[in-house]
């Protein structure tokens, strides 16, 4: 068997939220293994997304 060329399979999730916009991008021999991997880059943005946004918040209420 003789592969002349490989190619990688992209997968790219942008999520638009208010004041901000969550991406992710991964290229991987295996088109599965990208959307687990751009699952979990989502997951994690998206959680320091919301704690960045309800600290933000809770220091506003703070200040009144």
């Known amino acids: 068997m003789t592969i002349l ?3 990688n ?3 790219e999730v942008i999520i638009n939220v ?3 916009k969550i991406t992710a991008k991964d ?3 295996n088109v599965l293994a990208a959307v687990d991997i751009v ?3 989502v997951e994690r ?3 320091k997304s919301i704690k960045t ?3 933000r918040t809770l220091a506003e209420v703070a200040e009144f």
């Open 45 to 47: 943005s998206s959680e």
């Open 39 to 41: 699952g979990n880059k």
């Open 5 to 7: 060329a490989a190619t």
């Open 27 to 29: 290229s991987t021999m």
């Open 53 to 55: 946004t309800c600290w």
């Open 18 to 20: 208010p004041d901000k």
């Open 9 to 11: 399979n992209e997968v």
